[in-house]
């Protein structure tokens, strides 16, 4: 499961919005660009450990550029969202773009405020859903 020339998305695996999230980067990632791995799993405390941040924060998702390459960079919260929606097609492209124009501050404040409220609108997961058999390759912490 090589992932070095495949952006990895951490996620919180227990989150119903996170999961979502994943799955909808799965129906539209026709190029299978993203890899994945769950924010409660040792992989992604390993990637975490290496920039300096922490593992438990499960309100953060991130985005693993050149994944275990000396140029590895970690992308977090709306710098994340805007990378996978570039990737995703046209509408992904224009709402990326679109996201684009409001400063970090502005969009990382939206970004929180989601992640404050996710599990009170969206629920959460008792455990970490396993993914269905026909992606589960791009799935690295399993």
């Known amino acids: 499961m090589m992932a070095a020339n495949h952006p990895v998305l951490l996620y919180d695996g ?8 994943v799955r909808l980067i799965l129906k539209r990632d026709r190029q299978n660009v993203f890899r994945f791995a769950s924010l409660q799993n040792q992989l992604a405390a390993q990637v975490l450990l290496r920039h300096g941040a922490r593992a438990q924060a499960l309100d953060t998702v ?13 992308l977090a919260r709306s710098d994340a969202v805007i990378q996978v929606l570039r990737q995703l097609g046209t509408v992904g492209r224009f709402a990326a773009s679109a996201f684009s124009l409001l ?24 455990t970490c859903p396993l993914p269905d058999p026909r992606v589960r390759d791009r799935f690295l912490d399993l």
């Open 62 to 74: 991130y985005v693993v550029l050149d994944f275990e390459q000396p140029s590895e960079c970690l």
């Open 103 to 126: 400063p970090r501050v502005l969009r990382d404040a939206l970004y929180n405020f989601v992640a404050r409220i996710r599990y009170r609108t969206f629920g959460k997961y008792d």
């Open 14 to 21: 227990v989150c119903a919005l996170c999961n979502w999230w």
